[in-house]
């Protein structure tokens, strides 16, 4: 049955204490990233830093997780260690339907366990175990012993940090699952904080459908459209690894550090070439019928028992921009096992990919030496690079320690910040132009898919910083709406606004959709004011000089348009905010 309000848990680490209440808001925020900022703003301390222990760790579910696929996503919200501002970061697995047969909208964790913990929620449970014997572990290690501890198929997720996120670096994830990620914003590093290892989410609860026809008709276009058209069959097939020849063709791939956007070599990490020689399954979130998850395999040589072990890794077009193109490493079973590393260690895999791709050109201009790197950094040499993954996570020297602060960081201190490929945080793997430049230094999660700046790069829809600016305003609040039903972006062709307004139609939402495009602006306008009032000026966001200096098949990036759309950009969010 719907609820007209939200079920949210709040549990204190440091006390002990949990409690569930009902809170107002279904008709004004939606759920996902609105009821996330709703609490954020609850709950939260603008003006203290992101690591005080007082600081909410939030999980936000939709109105329609559990009704429909896709609806997959858990909105994760937090004080960033980034930029201490307001982030969102967005995961999926198991972890939406957990939360949703827990029968919680969203889970709210503060304060610090006195020692290192796992929390566990149900509906009928809710506890904390001391783990103080997994601190340290890798991600591999951890995940081995929580499955065991948590046993149980269904709707249960497991929730867990690395080293990274023990050593509270802003580059650290949580990892969903084993292959899904909160990845980006240092999530983990707020767990860390925390002294939480891991979380582990009982969906030990159930609920009933809506009754009539109405609800399963619209579940059925909505499926079909999803199974029997192509809308998302290109997800499933290559998947987003099918970009990287793609963006190669258009010279929009970052290769090495962003010297180049194009090479015949990137033929070794093409989405074709890792479906023809590693790809081993599809997996996908749960309830999902697309299943665009690519899992290849490494081969591990135990040389004691002189034995063989295949890993099985997820990859997508993200993480082979990041270990594969960034680096210059072209094959792609070095690239799996790039990530393997990276995901062991509990980073966000494009981050360390992007820092150690300026570490590696700032060594060659001799900024920095292998004192500070301690391996030969080189484009293309991955087994340095497997090293400097481990190093970076660990923090071993001083210069990982600033480094896996992030890039800007280390710029600050050993120069070469021209050639720092930073918008907002580490790039994404679309050098398609201007307006992805822009979209992702100022956008709210600093991410790719706040708004199609790289769509509109290749097809735009106007030419002055007015239309582009127009552009994305209108997509990120379009987005937003998705995001507060907690929708898979993947899906936004299926979920047009006629179709989310009957699905909501159909379980019972009618206020909901009825009013989405004023709830979407409403939302959209709340997230910007919590992040401004953090901190963020969209003037002290910087585009390096190495965003300007590149060719794309539009020939040479358009400085001019480039700085009048940043400012256009900026003014419209500090308007937009109020
Ligand atoms: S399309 Fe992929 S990311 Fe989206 S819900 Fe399905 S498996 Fe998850």
Redesign the pocket.
């Known amino acids: 049955m719907i609820r007209d309000h939200f079920k949210v848990l709040t549990v204190d680490l440091s006390t002990g204490q949990r409690t569930i209440a009902d809170i107002d808001g279904r008709d004004t925020v939606a759920g996902g990233s609105g009821l996330a900022a709703m609490l954020f703003e609850k709950y939260g301390f603008l003006g203290k830093p992101w690591n005080e222990p007082g600081q909410p760790l939030i999980f936000a579910i939709g109105p329609l997780t559990g009704y429909f696929p896709?609806m997959?996503k858990t909105v994760c919200a937090f004080k960033s260690p980034y930029h201490d501002q307001y982030a969102e970061s967005h995961g999926?697995g198991r972890s939406a339907l957990s939360l949703r047969f827990a029968d919680f909208d969203a889970l709210v964790i503060i304060g610090k366990a006195a020692s290192p913990s796992a929390l566990i929620v149900g509906s009928r449970q809710i506890e904390m175990k001391d783990v103080h014997y997994l601190w340290g572990t890798d991600l591999q290690v951890a995940g081995k012993v929580l499955r065991r501890m948590f046993p149980g198929g269904g709707h249960r997720t497991i929730l867990r940090i690395g080293p990274a996120g023990e050593r509270q670096s802003p580059m650290a994830c949580i990892t969903a699952d084993t292959y899904r990620h909160f990845g980006r914003l240092g999530g983990g590093a707020v767990m860390g904080s925390k002294n939480l290892k891991a979380i582990m989410i009982h969906g030990d609860a159930s609920f009933p459908l809506p009754a009539g026809n109405d609800y399963v008709k619209v579940f059925d276009k909505v499926h079909a459209d999803m199974t029997d058209t192509d809308m998302m069959s290109k997800?499933h097939n290559l998947g987003t690894p099918g970009n990287v020849a793609v963006m190669n063709d258009l010279k929009a791939l970052p290769i090495r550090n962003l010297q180049a956007t194009a090479d015949p070599a990137t033929a070794g990490i093409t989405g074709e070439r890792f479906a023809e020689v590693a790809l081993l399954r599809n997996a996908?979130?749960a309830g999902?019928p697309?299943?665009?998850?690519h899992i290849g395999f490494v081969r591990e040589r135990f040389q004691k028992e002189n034995r063989y072990l295949y890993r099985q890794i997820s990859y997508d077009h993200e993480l082979i921009f990041a270990v594969g193109s960034m680096l210059g490493v072209m094959d792609c079973f070095e690239v799996l096992k790039l990530i393997d590393v990276a995901e062991k260690m509990g980073l966000d895999v494009m981050s360390p990919g992007v820092a150690l791709a300026w570490a590696t050109e700032a060594l060659a201009k001799g900024f920095i030496t292998e004192k500070e790197t301690l391996v030969p950094l080189a484009f293309g040499n991955s087994s340095s690079y497997q090293a400097a993954i481990e190093h970076l996570a660990l923090g071993t020297n001083e210069f990982y320690q600033i480094l896996s602060q992030g890039t800007m960081k280390a710029a600050e201190q050993y120069r070469g910040g021209d050639f720092a490929c930073v918008l907002g945080q580490e790039m994404a793997g679309y050098a398609t132009g201007e307006t992805f430049f822009v979209s992702q230094a100022l956008g709210l999660r600093h991410s790719h898919l706040d708004a199609g700046g790289y769509s509109y790069d290749q097809k735009p829809k106007g030419k002055t910083a007015e239309d582009a600016v127009k552009f994305l305003v209108r997509d990120e609040k379009g987005r937003v709406f998705l995001t507060s039903m907690v929708s898979?972006l993947?899906?936004r062709g299926v979920y047009t606004d006629e179709t989310l307004g009957n699905c909501l139609k159909s379980v019972g939402y009618a206020k909901l959709a009825d009013d989405m495009e004023k709830i979407s602006g409403d939302i959209q306008r709340l997230r910007w004011k919590l992040r401004i009032r953090t901190g963020y000026r969209p003037e002290n966001v910087s585009i390096p000089k190495r965003f300007a200096e590149i060719t794309t098949w539009k020939g040479q990036i358009d400085k001019t348009f480039l700085n009048e759309l940043k400012e256009a950009y900026g003014k419209s969010i500090m308007s937009m905010a109020g």
């Not at 697309?290 to 998850?293: D, H, K, L, Q, T």
């Open positions: 896709l997959s999926g997800y996908a979130c999902c697309v299943g665009c998850i898979c993947f899906a």
